[in-house]
Each structure stands twice: as C-alpha cells, then as structure tokens.
C-alpha cells in the first residue's frame, strides 16, 4: 500500500456538521471507502498504465478509472452492489460501503449515471483534494512495476530515458 495517501481517512473538504456525530461518522466511513480504493493496486497500476510518465494522471483520469472499479459489467449505471463488491474487495464492511454508496447517491437514488458521478460534488472534491498525492503513488507504481508497453516510438523514447537522451 502506498504510504503517501493510506491514512485512514482521505482530506475531504466535505460539510460535516458539526453537532451531529452520526453524519460526521458516516462521512469518515466513505472517506475511508474511497482512500481504500484509491490505494487499490489495480487502481494504480491502470493509472499508471494510462499516463506517461511525463504527465501524470489527472482528476478526469481519476474519475474514470473510479468508475471503471465500480462499473465492472460496463453498463451505464452503477449501483449500491457494485459499490459495495468493490469496497468488500478492499476488506472493507458493509458500514463503509453504504456510506460511500450515500455520498454518491446523496438523492437515495437506486442507480447512477457515469454523468451524475463525475459531477458528484463529494467526489470530485476528495478527487481534487487528493490528487497529488493520487500523482505521487502512480509514480512510484511506475518506478516499482514500470510503464506498460504499446510497442509504439514512444515507448521507446521513454524506455531509453526519455527524449533528451537520444541527443545526449
């Protein structure tokens, strides 16, 4: 697991308020949902595989794959079970997972939209507020395991140090 974001909760500028302890717990529940997967090795390793190691991954980048965790069949939407498989495959429980599953569906709705999750406001706030350190882990991922090869001119130009060392 990679040390730079594996606190047991994310930094969420979430509204939590303040009086109201059960709201707040639930809030670090999801927040303890979402860090888990955004640690997952899959996570990271697609990352990874997504970006150059000249320009890391961005909160778009991040949203996707995301959603791509939960939206293993390729449908449309996502539901509480998938959110729920996802955050089980993390060793997680049923609390963090339903509490996640409320911050994404925060209208009580049975699915969501791949548009509905890329504007949901908890997200892509975690997202953004965590984003660099999200960067820092993919590239340790890519130091540990490498970049994943297209076979393309590219591959060959970063394989060999970058584009700078052909002219050194």
Do not use: C
Request: aromatic share 4%; proline share 4%; charged share 15%.
């Amino acid at each position: 697991m990679i040390n730079s974001i594996s606190s047991p909760t994310l930094t969420v500028p979430s509204a939590q308020p303040k009086d109201d302890k059960i709201a707040a717990s639930k809030v670090q529940n999801a927040d303890q949902a979402l860090n888990a997967l955004l640690n997952d090795s899959d996570m990271l390793q697609s990352l990874s595989d997504q970006s150059l190691a000249v320009a890391p991954p961005s909160n778009t980048v991040v949203l996707s794959t995301l959603w791509g965790l939960f939206n293993i069949t390729g449908s449309h939407v996502i539901t509480k079970e998938d959110v729920q498989k996802a955050v089980y495959a993390e060793g997680l429980g049923t609390t963090q997972a339903n509490d996640l599953w409320a911050q994404l569906s925060p209208d009580g709705k049975d699915q969501i939209t791949a548009g509905d999750f890329a504007q949901n406001t908890y997200l892509t706030k975690a997202v953004n507020a965590n984003l660099s350190a999200e960067q820092d882990a993919v590239n340790v991922k890519r130091v540990e395991g490498g970049v994943a090869k297209s076979g393309t001119i590219l591959d060959s130009i970063l394989g060999t140090g970058g584009i700078l060392s052909i002219f050194a």
